[in-house]
């Protein structure tokens, strides 16, 4: 098989998986989107507590993030999905184009760690609090653009624009990206 048949092949099979992951979770109760959202963020401040506040700028892995890194990237993902969560809740389309997968702040490493550690505290308690208001039988019509990131082993990432609705969207944002980035904190705990 050629290298564009099987990059073609890794990404028709991270779609599908993807679309599977949606299906399934389409008929959760907001309450359980919510407490599988907390229990990310949970895991995250558990392995952020392990982070030395004078090590946490330092790259100690080639071609990854430093922690700190990883949390400015994570804050400001974290911002404007609050923005787009209160669009998809109130059932209107986030204006605009989807959040960057690779979005940072400009001055990552001098952020003070205490200050990105306080922030994205205040960013997970705005989606777990919207998460909480959402009503119970709610599935609004609208649906967000979202940039799919899916690691591939041996292989770059796939990327891909997908529109999910809010509970997907909630789940992608802010489960798989936390668990994704939690790994991307271990191994740089491991290194140290």
Request: contains cysteine; charged residues 25%.
């Amino acid at each position: 098989m050629t290298q564009a048949a099987t990059s073609s092949k890794a990404e028709t099979e991270a779609r599908e998986r993807a679309q599977a992951y949606f299906d399934s979770k389409a008929g959760l109760p907001p309450a359980e989107v919510r407490a599988q959202v907390a229990a990310a963020f949970d895991s995250l401040a558990a392995a952020l507590g392990e982070v030395r506040p004078e090590r946490a700028a330092v790259r100690t892995i080639a071609d990854e993030w430093s922690a700190q890194e990883v949390v400015d990237h994570l804050l400001e993902t974290f911002r404007p999905g609050v923005d787009e969560l209160r669009c998809l809740l109130a059932g209107v389309r986030p204006p605009g184009a989807p959040i960057p997968a690779s979005l940072q702040s400009k001055a990552p490493s001098l952020r003070p760690w205490p200050w990105l550690l306080d922030e994205l505290r205040r960013s997970e308690q705005d989606v777990l609090d919207l998460l909480s208001a959402a009503p119970a039988g709610f599935a609004g019509p609208a649906r967000a653009p979202i940039v799919m990131v899916v690691n591939v082993p041996d292989a770059a990432p796939l990327h891909w624009i997908q529109d999910l609705e809010w509970k997907a969207y909630a789940l992608v944002s802010w489960r798989l990206h936390t668990i994704d980035h939690l790994k991307q904190i271990r191994r740089v705990l491991a290194a140290y």
